[in-house]
């Protein structure tokens, strides 16, 4: 099974930066390991849905945002760590949520909760005013 653990996250202010890590072990049933795997990031603020963040193809040669953040966060990926960030700047309060990281077997995985398959337990970000 592949084990995904998010940290980074915290209290910050508006306008303040985070930069959240997700750590991969293990892998895939298939024998996948991470660096085979496309990733991406949703987040979940209390009450709303799981929502898309981004994702990175397997080489990290392309990245995808949702309009909410893009421009503001970048995301990549160190496969030679095993690790998946999220580098966030310009934090609102309206990025306030639990944040999650995720493997995909596709290609180019989308907003759909089903295009992926693993999911870590999320890691807390608060931005205040």
């Known amino acids: 099974q592949v084990h995904l653990v998010e940290s980074g996250g915290g209290l910050v202010q508006a306008g303040g930066s985070l930069r959240l890590s997700c750590v991969a072990s293990?892998?895939?049933?298939?024998?996948?390991?991470?660096?085979?795997?496309?990733m991406g990031w949703f987040r979940q603020a209390p009450g709303k849905q799981r929502d898309y963040v981004a994702s990175?193809?397997?080489?990290?040669?392309?990245?995808y945002y949702a309009d909410s953040v893009k421009g503001r966060f970048t995301i990549s990926r160190d496969n030679a760590k095993n690790t998946l960030y999220l580098q966030a700047n310009s934090l609102k309060p309206e990025d306030t949520a639990v944040y999650f990281c995720a493997s995909s077997p596709l290609v180019r995985p989308g907003a759909l909760l089903n295009q992926y398959d693993y999911w870590g337990q999320g890691t807390q970000v608060i931005v205040s005013s």
């Open positions: 293990g892998r895939a049933a298939s024998g996948r390991t991470f660096s085979a795997y496309a």
């Open positions: 990175i193809t397997w080489n990290g040669g392309n990245t």
